[in-house]
């Protein structure tokens, strides 16, 4: 005979698991929460250099828009940031499409292919701050070599951000080119033999069945990356540190040297939510967009 | 006789004249009286630091306390700074700071621990305050209150290159006229040198511009306004980008002093004006070692006034331990320990250690070192330790002059339109509590 009182029912099951896993929930939770409610305070108190504090409600806010140095942070950091994916997505479904069809490839080759963003953005951006150097860089050596011009790269206000673009592609094609690679190992055989026997050339079926087929995995990839770009700062700070002028004073940047090197930290709180709320409205879109193209 | 040779002789007679100033000292000053304590260094990973840290093990065992060193790069350690201060926390002790860059801010912040008492009343017999640089000290002087103690004294001095010199038949500068007219003489002879190379960089520009500025006879601020477009202040950036962007190197905009000791350890620039602490990154591989001179900044209508500042030790005002913090900063600025680091290339605040006979010695072993020492004399005897503007927010205001810089390099703006924003800025700054 079933004892009823040791009978363990799903409800009770449930409140149980709930009861032990509580606590670390409500850690996790406190220590998500508390750092986002912090800044959320600081964004509503204004700060003298000396670390007065006073409470300015929407202060901060309204300053944030009649700020020039807020929008034209804006500006660059929009500019960086599309111009940075468009490379970065080019070059890793080309990367992606050469290692899914080169499939002789050692692995050696396949490591090296992808090894740029293992490496810490702090080593990357010392690295290319000394290739660039203008006088002393390998990169003005080789364009002469060639018969070409030098360039300023990174002390050049039209080329900086260019050339950071450049150096994070440098670094982040590979890691799209690695998911999109996964996505393309996924794809179905039978919809590629059937495009064989209808005599569709190499370039139709790419366009018509792998990038149809490929959307939901490269808009996963735009995500992953949009979400880097937007709050982009080691290699700038370590290039540039939003120089020449302003020409790469991204938000990101321009908060930082508020907050810690000016000591405004109410301010750069309000600067760093805004981009922060930025960055949710974009990732909101591109889930939207995710569930769009999902096949 | 080479610098290890010498740190160890100096070593050796320093832990033994150590032992004897010690043992006379103790009878009434106990070194061991916070034995068991920890104290807690936060430290900016310079040559300063580094130099003083070799002997960490000599603090502990004098004193019996533990000495924890939280080290970070310049800009980190303030980040960390400032971090903790708002906190209000206890977490560090003592702190590396630059009190002619925020010394006005941390002091009005309530951050410095007050080191008049202190220095005075608990220090050992041999410790020698009288003895430490006295513009320093004042420079370390807010409101009263002592808020730090000179590790170390520097300012940007001119290198330049004596066989190009000899090449292009020009003679050492003596006035910034003269430098000018070497680097066109130089840019002439020969066009695959740099000419000229200072810095360049927004946030770095103010500590070379400085120099400049006050040898022209220019000032910061005149009657509680920001004076950079007056004659002298616009003659002084003037002069300053002519000589960059005309005779240095493409990229200058981007120069601090990691680019600049490059370019001229590796031969390529005929004259750099950089910081005096950078001698030992210069000669690092012996190259420059016979075909450099050095000279304070030459000279302009207001004679020489060198811009000279040095790197101190604070006591945290929310630590909870100043005394055995104190401790830790009376014996990282004594004589001994920093005779030890001049041999190192540190520049003592002392001028009693700089006349010290074994120091004398490595000084007198090579040239360069005796016109390293004559510019570090000038510079702890006339110089200036404004670098920037005068206020609580200093950082700031040095951003302003960068910008200004900068825009005149890259012809982004004209000087009037480049120090009218400037000024504009400035006095806002000026203007804020």
Same mark, same amino acid.
């Given at each position: 005979m079933v004892?009823?009182?040791?009978?363990?029912?799903?409800?009770?099951?449930?409140?149980?698991?709930?009861?032990?896993?509580?606590?670390?929930?409500?850690?996790?939770?406190?220590?998500?929460?508390?750092?986002?409610?912090?800044?959320?305070?600081?964004?509503?108190?204004?700060?003298?250099?000396?670390?007065?504090?006073?409470?300015?409600?929407?202060?901060?806010?309204?300053?944030?828009?009649?700020?020039?140095?807020?929008?034209?942070g804006l500006w660059v950091t929009l500019a960086l940031y599309l111009l940075s994916l468009v490379l970065q997505l080019f070059l890793g479904i080309w990367l992606a499409m050469l290692l899914f069809n080169a499939k002789r490839l050692p692995g050696i080759v396949r490591s090296l292919f992808i090894s740029p963003f293992m490496m810490p953005p702090v080593v990357a951006g010392l690295m290319w701050l000394v290739i660039l150097d203008p006088s002393l860089g390998a990169a003005n050596y080789i364009l002469q070599a060639a018969g070409l011009p030098p360039s300023d790269w990174l002390a050049s206000p039209i080329w900086v951000i260019p050339t950071i673009a450049l150096i994070d592609t440098w670094q982040w094609a590979p890691y799209v080119a690695l998911i999109v690679l996964g996505g393309l190992q996924s794809l179905p055989p039978s919809v590629y033999e059937a495009a064989q026997i209808d005599g569709a050339s190499a370039f139709t079926t790419f366009r018509r069945i792998t990038l149809p087929l490929l959307l939901p995995t490269i808009v996963t990839a735009v995500i992953l990356r949009s979400v880097d770009l937007l709050?982009?700062?080691?290699?700038i700070y370590i290039t540039t540190q939003g120089g020449p002028g302003?020409?790469?004073?991204?938000?990101?940047?321009?908060?930082?040297?508020?907050?810690?090197?000016?000591?405004?930290?109410?301010?750069?709180?309000?600067?760093?939510?805004?981009l922060t709320a930025i960055v949710f409205g974009a990732v909101l879109a591109f889930n939207r967009l995710r569930g769009a193209v999902a096949w | 006789m080479s610098g290890n040779a010498f740190a160890t002789r100096v070593a050796v007679t320093v832990v033994a004249l150590g032992a004897v100033t010690t043992a006379a000292g103790a009878a009434d000053f106990d070194w061991k009286k916070f034995q068991g304590k920890t104290v807690t260094f936060l430290a900016?990973?310079?040559? @300063?630091?580094? *130099?003083?840290?070799?002997? =960490?093990?000599?603090?502990?065992?004098? /004193?019996?306390?533990?000495?924890?060193?939280?080290?970070?790069?310049?800009?980190?350690?303030?980040?960390?700074?400032?971090?903790?201060?708002?906190?209000?926390?206890?977490?560090?002790?003592?702190?590396?700071?630059?009190?002619?860059?925020?010394?006005e801010q941390f002091a009005a912040a309530g951050w410095y621990g007050d080191l008049s008492a202190m220095s005075k009343n608990q220090a050992a017999k041999d410790y020698d305050f009288a003895g430490l640089s006295q513009a320093l000290l004042k420079a370390g002087t807010f409101g009263g209150k002592l808020t730090s103690m000179p590790m170390n004294i520097e300012g940007p001095i001119l290198y330049y290159r004596t066989d190009i010199f000899k090449k292009c038949g020009?003679?050492?500068?003596?006035?910034?006229?003269? @430098?000018?007219? *070497?680097?066109?003489?130089? =840019?002439?002879?020969?066009?695959?040198? /740099?000419?000229?190379?200072s810095r360049g960089l927004k946030p770095a520009v103010a500590y070379t511009f400085s120099n400049m500025l006050h040898n022209i006879g220019g000032s910061y601020m005149a009657n509680g306004k920001s004076n950079l477009c007056s004659p002298k202040g616009k003659?002084?950036?003037?002069?300053?980008?002519?000589?960059?962007?005309?005779?240095?190197?493409?990229?200058?905009?981007?120069?601090?002093?990691?680019?600049?000791?490059?370019?001229?350890?590796?031969?390529?620039?005929?004259?750099?004006?950089?910081?005096?602490?950078?001698?030992?990154?210069?000669?690092?591989?012996?190259?420059r070692l016979k075909d450099t001179g050095l000279a304070p900044f030459p000279a302009g209508e207001a004679g020489l006034v060198p811009t000279a500042i040095g790197w101190g030790m604070a006591v945290s005002a929310f630590s909870k331990q100043q005394e055995p913090a104190w401790y830790f900063v009376q014996w990282a600025t004594s004589p001994e320990v920093q005779k030890r680091m001049a041999a190192q290339g540190i520049a003592p605040p002392r001028p009693a250690v700089a006349n010290d006979p074994d120091y004398r010695k490595w000084i007198d072993e090579q040239p360069v070192r005796k016109e390293w020492q004559a510019a570090l004399d000038v510079l702890a005897t006339k110089g200036s330790s404004e670098v920037g503007y005068p206020i609580v927010a200093n950082p700031q205001s040095r951003e302003f002059i960068g910008q200004a810089v900068q825009d005149l390099i890259l012809k982004q703006k004209t000087l009037d339109q480049?120090?009218?924003?400037?000024?504009k800025g400035l006095n806002e700054l000026i203007a804020q509590k």
């Open positions: 004892d009823a009182a040791n009978t363990v029912t799903p409800d009770r099951q449930r409140a149980e698991l709930a009861a032990l896993s509580a606590p670390a929930v409500l850690f996790t939770l406190a220590m998500i929460a508390f750092p986002v409610i912090y800044t959320v305070w600081l964004g509503f108190h204004s700060f003298t250099s000396t670390g007065q504090q006073s409470f300015t409600g929407l202060g901060n806010y309204s300053k944030l828009i009649a700020d020039n140095e807020f929008w034209h709050r982009f700062f080691d290699i302003n020409a790469s004073n991204t938000l990101n940047i321009y908060g930082f040297r508020v907050g810690f090197e000016f000591f405004n930290i109410g301010y750069a709180s309000a600067l760093m939510l805004t | 900016n990973n310079n040559p @300063v630091s580094q *130099a003083l840290l070799t002997y =960490k093990g000599d603090f502990e065992k004098l /004193t019996g306390m533990t000495l924890k060193v939280d080290g970070y790069q310049e800009q980190q350690m303030r980040q960390r700074l400032v971090t903790v201060m708002n906190a209000r926390s206890d977490e560090v002790d003592v702190f590396m700071t630059l009190p002619s860059r925020e010394g020009i003679e050492k500068p003596a006035t910034i006229k003269d @430098v000018e007219a *070497a680097a066109q003489k130089i =840019k002439a002879c020969d066009s695959t040198i /740099t000419p000229f190379v003659e002084a950036l003037d002069t300053y980008i002519r000589l960059l962007r005309d005779y240095g190197p493409p990229g200058v905009v981007n120069y601090s002093f990691q680019q600049i000791s490059a370019l001229y350890r590796s031969g390529r620039a005929a004259m750099s004006f950089e910081s005096s602490n950078e001698l030992r990154t210069v000669m690092d591989g012996g190259e480049a120090c009218a924003d400037a000024d």
